[in-house]
């Protein structure tokens, strides 16, 4: 909890299992929540491309641990120059460490070491450790080849991206959860004049959300046209 609060790193309400469509990613989904339980695997490590779906999950995890009263971290990399390898230091005292977009530290040799070591802690403590990254553990350019076999010990999976029609379904099912009626035609304009990447497209969602709510306004296509000057 320490690392956490030294990082500022809060947990976003909406990341919820419940609030993230699985598709072809049932089994992942499966097993990220049995080591949500305390459970199932020690090490996952998965890997998708921006805007798909890991760091939702990862933070998915931390709060159903938290629901199971587990000490639960999540660790975004995205701005690592920001920080020390240092803050790798004592995570086998928790539950469950959850560490986003691990390939950030590839060609770092005081940071591979630090995460090398950091996983040995874990995996000696029995702790559970959850990894993503932008590509396969052999595809990513680390100078410690250990660390390479390191993220090869584990379940490997490939988020899989989705189709127009599920990310369609998916924006219609978080609209609706935040009380939006947003038709399958208003749906279709987005999808079709925003980038496809679900976090662009939830970002849309937001700021539609509380400028209709504002004005008072339906979710029609001349509306969205306005609002998102597309």
């Not at 803050?87 to 530290?105: G, N, Q, R, S, Y």
């Not at 100078?143 to 010990?153: G, I, K």
């Amino acid at each position: 909890m320490q690392t956490q609060l030294t990082l500022g790193v809060g947990l976003k309400d909406d990341a919820t299992f419940a609030n993230f469509y699985a598709a072809e990613n049932q089994q992942l989904i499966t097993e990220l929540k049995k080591i949500a339980m305390g459970a199932g695997e020690r090490f996952i490590y998965f890997c998708g491309g921006s805007g798909e779906g890991c760091t939702h999950l990862l933070q998915a995890v931390c709060h159903e641990a938290n629901q199971h009263h587990l000490r639960s971290v999540y660790i975004p990399l995205e701005n690592i120059r920001d920080f020390s390898p240092e803050m790798l230091d004592d995570l086998e005292m928790l539950d469950v460490i959850c560490i986003d977009d691990i390939h950030k530290i590839a060609g770092l040799p005081a940071w591979e070491e630090a995460f090398f070591h950091a996983y040995n802690r874990i995996h000696d403590a029995n702790k559970k450790l959850i990894v993503t990254a932008n590509a396969l553990p052999n595809d990513l350019q680390f100078t410690l080849p250990d660390l390479q076999s390191r993220l090869n010990w584990g379940v490997i999976f490939q988020l899989q991206s989705l189709s127009d029609t599920e990310k369609l379904h998916v924006l219609v099912m978080r609209a609706e959860r935040r009380g939006m009626s947003l038709s399958e035609e208003v749906g279709k304009y987005i999808l079709n004049h925003c980038p496809r990447h679900m976090t662009t497209l939830f970002a849309a969602l937001d700021t539609l959300d509380k400028i209709s709510l504002a004005a008072q306004r339906k979710l029609t296509i001349p509306f969205v046209k306005t609002v998102l000057q597309i």
